[in-house]
């Protein structure tokens, strides 16, 4: 962990491309609150580690610090509550809502398997057999999307699971079935697929739209 913040300390840098408008909902690009962020995070577990590793945290809290903290309340990393948040597009961040369905967003994804290392369940967690997994999927295009164009997968229909994710994952989100609602045989744009056995965030255009009382659906 002293290692992951230290390096993503390191790699942030204004020279990268700029977030689209609105994108970054905490620090509006602010890439030297960020950096803050996560030279605050190592000065933290510094501290946890004090009495089990002197040494260790003497070094982390040092180069923490010299590298640039929190000064002061106002840098604290908190997303703001806006008019829509809990069902409307703040929300969309973790989740992607629509008539009694619930289902992982394209930004959340991302988060998940860019913070992953961890091979995919198989089986996931809620699943007895396992499955033929289709692994690390390409994916095509979907036309006419709205995602954030910076994001390399944006706008793609992908089956199968990724290969490598974060453990925490499969446990918040489970893979689809014909109990989700998932079918084989599916036409988008089209191409046949079969959406069962996924875990990918959705899409604009992919979201399960369910009407009724249904338990929450997770894709």
């Known amino acids: 962990m002293f290692k992951e913040l ?10 990268n491309l700029p977030q689209l408008a609105g994108q970054d909902y905490v620090y509006n690009d602010d890439i030297t609150k960020w950096k803050k962020f996560a030279n605050s995070l190592r000065l933290r577990l510094a501290m946890r580690v004090s009495q089990a590793d002197p040494s260790l945290s ?25 008019p829509g948040f809990g069902w409307g597009y703040d929300y969309q961040y ?13 930004s959340m994804e991302n988060l998940l398997t860019g913070l ?13 057999s396992t499955l033929a997994y289709t692994y690390d999927d390409p994916g095509f295009a979907l ?17 199968g699971v990724p290969s490598k994710v974060d ?7 489970n893979v689809t079935s014909t109990t989700s609602g998932a079918a084989s045989g599916i036409k988008i744009q089209g191409n046949t697929v079969d959406t069962r056995f996924r875990w990918h965030g959705c899409t604009s255009r992919t979201c399960p ?3 009724g009382k249904t338990p929450i659906q997770r894709v």
């Open 167 to 173: 453990p925490r994952g499969p446990v918040y989100y």
């Open 116 to 128: 992953g290392g961890q091979a995919f369940p198989n089986p996931p967690p809620g699943i007895d």
């Open 209 to 211: 739209k369910r009407r």
């Open 6 to 15: 230290k390096e993503a300390s390191g790699l942030l840098s204004t020279n």
């Open 94 to 106: 973790t989740y992607y809502y629509g008539w009694g369905a619930e289902s992982m967003s394209r």
């Open 58 to 82: 003497k070094t982390n809290a040092e180069e923490a610090i010299a590298a640039g903290v929190f000064t002061g309340p106002e840098q604290a990393c908190i997303v703001p509550r806006g």
């Open 143 to 159: 036309p006419d999307g709205d995602e954030n164009t910076l994001d390399p997968n944006a706008n793609k229909f992908k089956i």
